[in-house]
């Protein structure tokens, strides 16, 4: 027969261990009625602990590309809008080139709207967001395209050279008068169309990548997501622009004009139409990015729900468990109390 030694110590002790245990079920109990979420998920799921991780794992690296498609989608956003203006203006110095071709005193009027749409190429081009050039490629911290209107820039100073070294004097010299057209053709195909050609572009006037920004969209797809500005559209406005603008045109002959505006002509409508596939292009990319971040939607709801259901707690179930539990502290309390008041010296 054994006998249990029983004194006030050991009383005292058990009394304050159920205490802490109480007191340590009603904290857990608070935390996951506060939260909505298991106490400790490893311990309540045993064995599923692993699913609830690797179920967590790829809700997170599904709502990172939510939050990445979002940015694309502006990205997407500002090129298109960008290049809308681009093509309005295209647009509208076409008509006024096909309007003003056969009338050189008029050439004035012409090159002052050609210098303008540079300038706004130039701008659309340089766009930005959240500090990051939308149409400089993979070199996004980079100024694209650089500015003509500037008599210290690289494109500008290539361009006075190119015409100095074809004829022998400057674009504001009155021998201007004396190009033939079969000279300015002969310019305008060679040197001059050799400027915006490769390598001079992009030793002039582009500091953009050809390659382009490559988004993930889903899982397993990914789509090109901005537009270069090494694009051949946007150098045959470039071309079509200087040509109008920095040529001396004012003071050509009638048919040398005639043959600047005409190629003018050439390179603007090609260049709508490059800007237009670029548009189409771009709009394929963004019904794409669309289409997956609907489908990424779907994916994460229905990972969210199995992950509540393996790590949310019954609200109502807990408030019951808390509410029993903080009764069963108070009796714990109450009958600690009870018992540190009995001694033997009360009985003797």
Known sequence: MKTTFISTLSISDASRRQIMKQSSLVNQLSVELSSGRKYDIGLDLGSSTGEAVNLRAEFNFLNGIVDTNALTASRLDVSQAAMDDILTDAQEFLSTLVALSEDPSNADIAAADAAGNLELLMSRLNTQLNGNYVFAGINSDQVPFNDYSDLTSANKIAADAAFLTEFGFAQDNPNVATITPAAMETYLTGAFDAMFGDPAWGANWSNASDSVVVSRISASETVNSSVSANEQA????????????????????????????????????????????????????????????????????????????????????????????????????????????????NYI
């Open 234 to 345: 946007f150098r045959e406005l470039a071309e079509a622009y200087v040509m109008m603008s920095d040529l001396g045109n004012s003071a050509l002959d009638g048919e040398t004009y005639k043959t600047v505006v005409n190629k003018a002509i050439e390179k603007v409508g090609s260049a709508i139409s490059g800007v237009t596939t670029l548009m189409g292009k771009l709009g394929t990319v963004q019904e794409q990015v669309a289409l997956a971040s609907d489908r990424l939607s779907v994916q994460t709801d229905i990972l969210n729900a199995r992950i509540n259901t393996l790590e949310n707690v019954d609200l109502e179930a807990t408030s019951v468990r808390l509410n029993t539990a903080l009764t069963q502290l108070e009796t714990t309390y109450a009958v600690t109390a009870r018992m540190q008041g009995l001694s033997i010296l």
